[in-house]
């Protein structure tokens, strides 16, 4: 009996809180939109980043789990600088090279390196124009080490790259973009005003290559060239080049990293006490670098949902205390009746959990459905995990509670006479 008496009273409550938020719209809607705003940005970016994160442990895993990254700077989260100042890694290391990437090639330890390079292009084909492109220029086996398939047509082979040819791989989007979804196979499309004959379209399963704190493919519109036509052609620099080594199977990740890390310094000329000026990085340390960066932004989009609570918390308060003011007379029956303080304050609780339950349930509703556009529109596999709906959920009850606190411990003082006499 008494918990069909608790339940009973807390079903009481939700109504209250329910006919409170249609008596005052105005001070509802306050509540209901912070906490609704707050519980967005955490469910929607917690969808987003946890997306982005299992996107690029699958890519990482593509292209075998020994294979690591060469950079000619570090790629640490803290090493960040604004691109001035001698704290900036980029003064402290130095561009790797072509010759540096053969000579690495050539190790007894080393099955594949693949020469990487990255920048922007504006693509025309026909009347259409897609601006800010990303163009990765890759070295002819960027196949073996990529997770992605090209289908229709083919890749580029090492002479087309030696000779810098003017051919392009697109993906599936920019082929969208430019012919509508039709793919513009063995036909000429405009990059940065050169033409060059598209070979073949990339279709996206998974990607390591490339540099650090990209998003992964599939995020935007791509296409891929021949790393010397790069060069030649775009004006590339080489400044920016990175590597991606896949050790032999009769070697270890550790033997691998060892001989690549001598050589370099040996290439260098850095004695034993000499800092290295490159990053050697494997894909746990990458995914590490990716899980850091992500982990700070989510942090800061945690201090602005903590706003938006706050900001609902403030309305419950002025909600509540009206309604408390509104039903005094009320109070004083049911205390007259028996009720106990215990009673009435828990039945206000319940009323301001209500309260900013209604605004969580908005602002899931609203964040489920950015990650099922996100995860529709950009080939990040964004998903609202279970976790985040209980945290949503709890934070938003417990503010409630918390700001609730206040009204509920006032309407449970009032004494029956007092209650009574309210005009």
Request: proline content about 4%; aromatic content about 6%; overall charge positive.
């Amino acid at each position: 009996m008494p918990r069909l008496t608790g339940i009973v009273s807390t079903l009481e409550g939700v109504g209250m809180a329910l006919e409170a938020m249609r008596a005052n719209k105005v001070r509802a809607a306050t509540t209901t939109v912070g906490v609704a705003l707050a519980v967005f940005v955490v469910v929607s970016m917690s969808a987003a980043i946890h997306g982005i994160s299992k996107s690029v442990a699958r890519d990482l895993a593509s292209a075998g789990p020994a294979s690591f990254y060469v950079s000619g700077v570090s790629l640490a989260v803290g090493d960040a600088c604004a691109g001035i100042g001698e704290t900036c890694p980029r003064h402290h290391g130095a561009p790797l090279t072509m010759q540096e990437a053969a000579a690495i090639a050539r190790l007894e330890s080393i099955e594949v390196v693949t020469s990487h390079l990255a920048t922007m292009a504006t693509f025309t084909y026909e009347n259409r124009v897609s601006r800010r492109v990303r163009v990765d220029a890759f070295s002819a086996n960027w196949v073996e080490l990529d997770g992605g398939e090209i289908y229709p047509g083919r890749s580029f082979t090492a002479a087309e790259n030696d000779s810098g040819a003017r051919v392009v791989i697109v993906d599936e989007r920019l082929a969208q973009g430019l012919s509508g979804g039709v793919a513009p196979l063995r036909r000429s499309v405009e990059v940065n005003g050169l033409p060059f004959d598209v070979i073949g379209v990339y279709r996206y399963n998974a990607r390591f290559l490339g540099k650090p704190g990209s998003l992964p493919a599939g995020s935007a519109p791509k296409a891929i060239i021949p790393l010397e036509t790069a060069r030649r052609d775009l004006g590339t620099s080489l400044r920016s080049l990175d590597l991606t080594v896949r050790p032999r199977a009769t070697a270890s990740q550790a033997e691998a990293i060892h001989d690549v890390t001598a050589l370099l310094r040996a290439h260098r000329g850095l004695g034993p006490a000499g800092e290295n000026n490159f990053a050697v990085v494997t894909s746990d340390r990458l995914l590490e670098v990716y899980n850091g960066f992500f982990g700070v932004f989510f942090l800061i989009m945690l201090a602005l949902s903590a706003v938006g609570l706050v900001a609902g918390g403030v309305g419950v308060v002025a909600l509540m205390m009206s309604s408390v003011t509104e039903r005094s007379r009320e109070i004083g029956v049911r205390k007259a009746l028996g009720a106990t303080n215990r009673i009435i304050l828990g039945q206000f609780l319940v009323e301001a959990a209500t309260l900013t339950l209604v605004g969580a349930l908005l602002g899931l509703a609203a964040g489920g459905l950015t990650a099922t556009v996100v995860d529709r529109f950009t080939g990040i596999p964004a998903s609202v995990r279970p976790g985040a709906i209980v945290a949503a959920l709890l934070a938003s009850a417990l503010t409630g509670i918390l700001f609730g606190l206040l009204p509920a411990t006032r309407a449970a003082r009032l004494t029956p006479i007092d209650a009574l006499r309210y005009e």
